[in-house]
């Protein structure tokens, strides 16, 4: 693969190594204006290089070789949102938690936690389970989600994520 110009190839290296990153964040993060970012995408995608995926208000990138499959690219999307990211972060930690623990524990009103919550039930990321006018969530397959941290833990930027994936990896060793 050859991409001749340096903002092309950075925009590329981002996107490879932050799977899922959307507009926005690569605007930020390589600060490029709008327009020359626009272009410079547009480019990537017509070469095959990477493709978009339109992800409810946001348009996120994959490198076109990425080897995630579809159910994976659904968790990176979550992840890649900070609140849901720190939501599946605390279930990772506290299966069964209810809306009340997570709310305290992400410091989010209870609405806020609950859609976001509502958001990962549906798309099947978290499981509820009711029981009389309690909800308890848990993460549905809470490996997979693991292993996209880990793999990813640098694309974060988010020290709960270093903290989390440090506190995974001893409680593996030990």
């Known amino acids: 693969m050859e991409i001749d110009l340096e903002t092309r ?9 932050s799977p899922g ?5 690569i605007e ?15 480019y990537l995608e017509k070469k095959n290089l990477v493709r978009s995926e ?24 979550f992840l890649r949102r900070r609140t849901s990211r720190r939501i ?14 997570i709310s305290r524990s992400v410091n989010l009103s209870p609405s806020t936690v609950s859609w976001h919550l509502n958001k990962l039930v549906e798309v ?28 990813y ?3 974060f930027l988010d020290r709960l994520v270093e903290g989390f994936v440090e506190a995974w990896e001893r409680a593996e060793m030990g």
């Open 88 to 101: 599946l972060i605390h279930l990772l930690s506290n299966p069964g938690a209810n809306n009340k623990d």
């Open 124 to 151: 099947g990321i978290v499981e509820r389970k009711k029981e009389g006018r309690e909800s308890y969530f848990k993460v549905k397959d809470p490996e997979r989600v693991v292993r996209l941290i880990i793999t």
């Open 21 to 25: 990153i959307h507009f926005r964040e």
């Open 9 to 17: 190839r950075r925009i590329y290296e981002l996107i490879r190594t």
């Open 54 to 77: 339109q992800d409810g208000e946001y348009i996120r990138y994959f490198p076109k070789d990425c080897r995630l499959d579809e159910a994976d690219r659904k968790i990176l999307s």
């Open 28 to 42: 930020r993060r390589l600060k490029i204006a709008v327009g020359n970012l626009q272009y410079h995408l547009h």
């Open 153 to 155: 833990k640098e694309s």
